[in-house]
């Protein structure tokens, strides 16, 4: 261990791993300015005897080597031992795909090597102060006093979690406060630099269509259009001209030519929602845009270039999805150069008090209303329910609320839905006779158990040994556990 420039102790510490000689000495030289105090590790394996042993630093420049398993490895082991280190990971060569496996393995940003002084100065920059694009929100999560007891833990990660926003356009932003929405931002922030297909999965109304948005507002492409095409929405035999565009002829009530999705998106980002619901047909022509970016519009003949980054979205279960032949194969692996999971509501209930506000300023603004405040037992009633429709049921919820102003018709609403979705889930002991009861009893029993293992993962941001602890099990039995209740973290690995 070493240390290559020394200032202030109350300095910010740089951790450089494994770095070549000439970035840290790229490094040295970026920090005479700075008050940065800078030191070096000679392996992964020195590295962790630091994280262990001494306080931590407030970033790491790692060096993954071209994407070796050997830096990857030494990455997640890092994160594994400090789940809030911050790591960057640098590379040689503009690669895309060791941007991602750095991402997956827990780095908040990737650096390609050669890389300039400026450019250096302004990532350490970024990383030891707040981004610029984030601000700290002005909402306020609800006091733990006026949280029922009931929800007095979801209540205290409320009260403790930093709510913060990205704004975006049309008055929408990313808003997050929970480990795993945080961790989406990151991915966002880091992928949106490379020029690569992103596939976003989820269920209906998690925000898929926001963190395309995000993805596109932090990309070099930000000055050029957005554009998003709903594949479930536009009848199959249109949404080829609706993509590719037509020439006149092409069909009757064709009188003149008219570009697609893709002329009109030039230099920008196109959003395929509903991907798995494009008609396989479709998809080959697809496949091949995504190849060489070339196309022909519908009864053309003459080959157009476009320029388009494109982002999918879908909601349906991939696996079946491609075993049943909807979505084909080699189309899915081109889009999914970088797969994100966005995560559904009831795993982030932390944030529903935050988004619940933001929900109600927003919409004010929109029908020039004042705000509406939420009461206890609205709270209470909002953190216990499920929201199958995530993001998008909670919005209606919050703007009928206001639009209205009845807070009894609208917790009345809830508790109906939420009853209505419990039968549902459960099944009916009479129609189960007596030794149904039984396995209604373990079958409630699993859920819940599952459920508090999935918020303590949550938590902890997936330290295992740490969740192990707060649950007080051993960390064999909650390694059984995850795999009995087959829980993932919300990165979905390629």
């Known amino acids: ?228 095409v709903n594949c479930a929405a536009v009848p199959a035999d249109l949404l080829e001209s609706e993509l590719f565009g037509y020439e006149a002829g092409a069909f009757t009530g064709a009188n003149k030519s008219k570009p697609g999705k893709f002329e009109m998106c030039e230099g920008g980002t196109i959003l395929l929602d509903e991907i798995g619901e494009m008609p396989p047909a479709l998809q080959a022509k697809l496949l091949h845009f995504l190849q060489d970016h070339r196309f022909s519009r519908l009864g053309g003949r003459t080959t157009i270039q476009a320029d388009v980054r494109i982002l999918a979205a879908t909601n349906v279960n991939i696996d079946e999805a491609l075993a049943n032949k909807s979505l084909r194969e080699d189309l899915y692996y081109r889009l999914s150069g970088f797969t994100m999971n966005v995560p559904p509501l009831r795993q982030r209930r932390r944030e529903i008090p935050l988004l619940m506000k933001y929900f109600m300023k927003r919409n004010a603004i929109q029908f020039s209303s004042p705000e509406r405040s939420f009461s206890q037992a609205m709270l209470e009633a909002c953190l216990s329910y499920a929201w199958p429709g995530n993001l998008r049921q909670l919005e209606n919820f919050v703007r009928r609320y206001l639009v209205l102003g009845n807070e009894e018709l609208a917790l009345t609403e809830l508790r109906s839905a939420h009853r209505n979705s419990s039968e549902v889930r459960q099944p009916s002991v009479a129609s189960q006779g007596l030794s149904g009861l039984k396995s209604l009893a373990k079958s409630v029993k699993k859920e819940a158990e599952a459920a508090a293992i999935a918020q303590a993962l949550e938590h902890t941001n997936w330290h295992r040994q740490k969740a192990s602890r707060v649950l007080k099990i051993s960390y064999k039995a909650l390694l059984y556990k995850i795999k009995e209740y087959d829980l993932h973290p919300p990165l979905v690995e390629e």
């Open 1 to 228: 261990m070493a240390t290559v420039a020394m200032s202030a102790e109350s300095a910010p510490t740089i951790l450089m791993v494994n770095s070549s000689a000439s970035m840290a000495q790229r490094v040295a030289s970026a920090v005479l300015s700075e008050d940065y105090q800078v030191e070096t590790a000679e392996s992964a394996g020195d590295a962790l005897a630091r994280l262990r042993f001494h306080p931590l630093p407030d970033l790491v420049l790692l060096n993954v080597a071209g994407a070796s398993s050997e830096g990857l490895e030494a990455l997640r082991a890092a994160r594994e031992l400090q789940p809030n280190l911050k790591v960057i990971a640098m590379g040689s060569g503009d690669n895309a795909r060791v941007a991602a496996q750095a991402v997956r393995s827990g780095a908040v940003d990737f650096m390609s090597e050669p890389i300039g002084e400026e450019e250096l100065k302004t990532m350490l920059h970024e990383h030891l102060n707040e981004p610029p694009c984030v601000r700290e929100l002005a909402l306020a999560p609800p006091a733990l006093a006026d949280v029922p007891a009931t929800t007095s833990s979801l209540a205290a990660a409320c009260a403790t979690d930093q709510p913060e926003a990205v704004e975006l356009s049309d008055g929408v932003s990313f808003v997050y406060a929970s480990p795993a929405m945080k961790e989406i931002y990151d991915q966002a922030r880091l992928i949106a630099k490379f020029d690569m297909p992103v596939l976003m999965l989820g269920e209906s109304g998690t925000g898929k269509e926001v963190v395309s948005l995000l993805i596109h507002h932090l990309s070099p492409r930000a000055k050029y259009p957005l554009l998003k």
